[in-house]
């Protein structure tokens, strides 16, 4: 079983809808939880953490975690073009690094 | 958020030759850097977490041998590619703790081609 477990997508979705992300992990101690976002060819760029069970909301984004579940989502809301791209889950086991999943490639059309 | 300066941003070098990333954390002191290696439409994979005055630590299957990791101070660590081949072509990615176990922040990333 992989550490972190994403869908790679694409997911595809009209402008203006809600856009879900969703990420499994593995170890069950695990901390910290982001969210990255890559455009192709950059490097990624982060958008959310979550540490608490619950939700956390940043204007149009919500990270959502449940850690009975081992489980993180992200949704973005009024999806806009720009926001096509791969986003990143990633994982802070208690062994001091950082874990990606392969991450969900997201395609928001006109 | 806080700065994370990766140089170069593209390299072309040839093969069995060596090539050096450096990694710097421009406004803040980063007590532990991570490399990671990307290759196309693929996740970012953890070569090795790299903590300043000590060894790296390399993931699994990762040859440190190979990818020489140096830590020498707080705002700087450095990735060399030994004796590089063509299956070393990949985009090699930089990122840096703020503070331990929180938000990591990533350098531009450096696109390796080995020819």
């Known amino acids: 079983q992989k550490e972190v477990e994403q869908n790679s997508g694409p997911l595809s979705v009209p402008e203006g809808a809600i856009a879900s992300l969703n990420c499994t992990y593995s170890d069950r101690g695990s901390q910290s939880f982001f969210w990255y976002r890559q455009y192709s060819g950059k490097s990624p760029e982060l958008i959310m953490f979550?540490?608490?069970?619950g939700d956390k909301e940043d204007g149009r984004f919500t990270a959502q975690l449940n850690k009975a579940s081992q489980y993180v989502s992200l949704l973005i809301r009024d999806s806009q073009p720009s926001d096509s791209a791969t986003y990143l889950c990633?994982?802070?086991?208690?062994?001091?690094?950082?874990?990606f999943g392969t991450g969900t490639r997201l395609q928001v059309f006109p | 958020g806080a700065v994370v300066s990766q140089h170069p941003s593209w390299v072309i070098c040839k093969s069995g030759t060596s090539v050096k990333i450096e990694c710097r954390s421009l406004?803040?002191?980063?007590?532990?850097m991570f490399w990671y290696r990307q290759f196309p439409k693929q996740s970012l994979m953890l070569m090795a977490t790299s903590n300043e005055g000590s060894k790296a630590t390399y993931e699994q299957g990762v040859e440190k041998d190979k990818f020489l990791i140096n830590h020498a101070s707080l705002t700087l660590s450095t990735l060399t590619v030994t004796s590089a081949h063509p299956e070393d072509s990949s985009f090699y990615i930089c990122?840096?703790?703020?503070?331990?176990?929180?938000?990591?922040?990533f350098g531009q990333g450096t696109r390796l081609t080995v020819v």
């Open positions: 979550i540490y608490s069970n």
């Open positions: 990633a994982v802070n086991p208690p062994s001091d690094k950082l874990i």
């Open positions: 990122s840096a703790w703020l503070r331990l176990n929180t938000e990591a922040f």
């Open positions: 406004d803040f002191q980063a007590t532990t």
